[in-house]
């Protein structure tokens, strides 16, 4: 996958959680990002954002992937 396709991937993400959770003021997006077995390639179907952090780890537990939680703050 190449950086741009997974810099798509994580707008939409954050895009979707914040039409979802009407977010309007500064906040922190938590993005997780599952890798597959082989530990670099993004299983895209996966990657999800909230804007909890307590979430973000539990859907990790859920997870039978190598990951990565990004944080992202709006400005």
């Keep these: 996958m190449k950086?741009?396709?997974l810099q798509q991937?994580?707008?939409e993400e954050i895009s979707r959680v914040l039409r979802e959770n009407e977010v309007?003021?500064?906040?922190?997006?938590?993005?997780v990002?599952?890798?597959?077995?082989n530990g670099y390639e993004v299983n895209q179907n996966d990657v999800k954002?909230?804007?909890d952090y307590?979430?973000?780890e539990e859907y990790t537990?859920?997870?039978n992937y190598h990951f990565d939680v990004i944080e992202n703050e709006l400005i």
């Design 3 to 5: 950086k741009s396709e």
């Design 61 to 63: 537990w859920t997870l």
């Design 49 to 51: 954002s909230f804007t």
């Design 24 to 31: 309007r003021s500064s906040k922190i997006i938590y993005t």
């Design 33 to 37: 990002i599952p890798y597959f077995s």
């Design 9 to 11: 991937i994580i707008k």
């Design 54 to 56: 307590k979430k973000a």
